[in-house]
């Protein structure tokens, strides 16, 4: 079946350093990949994706490249801020199972000024 | 506003009480989903609806009743439940089940059961 593995947190980094959270994941076919955040009392928002293997998803300066041969979709920003203290998640959605979207555990991030 | 709206946004309720949740979605999507998040847990699915036909029900207890009127809208009844019941619940919605397509999450309803 499909799964969704990140990298277990909290991640604790002072403002402007560097981003990494993993992600890997296990999926038939060809699935799409997500990155959601979660800020504190609201709901998932979704924050890039990426469809087909080598897709690079971007917003707010967060990264994330589809990596079929590691199967993998890690994220990443080069200077966070104390505003990106939020919770991400890893998620999938492969149509050949039309299962509704698989998520990771969460990676919980705290930037401190 | 948000494609996804929930409410109430916060409730509280007895074991003995009978709620409801409701999720309205405005961005024509005919698929719709439960989630509940609890403390230290993954997200957990519980309920699909894909052109307002249950499509998935993940072992959830009877307790939890959902209903899907029409596309748009989303309802789970609520009765006899217990404190461990108090979690974070998440209405999501996309285009369609499986399609490859992202989730729109409304801000969920926060569950106190005292």
């Known amino acids: 079946g499909n799964s969704v593995t990140q990298m277990e947190g909290p991640v604790t980094l002072s403002e402007e350093a560097f981003l990494t959270i993993n992600c890997t994941y296990t999926a038939t076919g060809y699935p799409s990949l997500f990155w959601y955040v979660q800020y504190p009392g609201e709901g998932l928002q979704l924050l890039l994706k990426?469809?087909?293997?080598?897709d690079k998803g971007s917003n707010k300066g967060f990264e994330a490249t589809y990596r079929k041969e590691t199967t993998s979709f890690h994220l990443e920003k080069g200077s966070v801020q104390v505003s990106d203290s939020a919770v991400y998640f890893c998620?999938?959605?492969?149509?050949?199972?039309?299962?509704?979207?698989?998520f990771g555990s969460g990676t919980r991030l705290q930037v401190q000024p | 506003e948000t494609g996804v709206t929930q409410t109430p946004r916060h409730l509280v309720m007895g074991m003995t009480n009978k709620k409801s949740l409701k999720c309205e979605q405005h961005?024509?999507?005919?698929?719709m989903y439960w989630y509940k998040q609890s403390a230290k847990k993954p997200l957990e699915l519980m309920f699909v609806y894909n052109f307002k036909e249950q499509t998935e029900n993940n072992s959830v207890p009877s307790r939890f009743s959902p209903e899907c009127p029409n596309s748009s809208h989303l309802f789970l009844h609520l009765h006899t439940l217990q404190p461990e019941d108090s979690a974070l619940y998440l209405c999501?919605?996309?285009?369609?089940?499986?399609?490859?397509?992202?989730?729109?999450f409304g801000q969920g309803t926060r569950l106190t059961v005292v």
């Open positions: 990426a469809t087909k293997a080598d």
């Open positions: 998620a999938l959605s492969a149509q050949i199972s039309r299962r509704a979207l698989t």
């Open positions: 961005l024509g999507h005919n698929a």
């Open positions: 999501a919605s996309s285009q369609e089940q499986g399609q490859n397509t992202e989730a729109f």
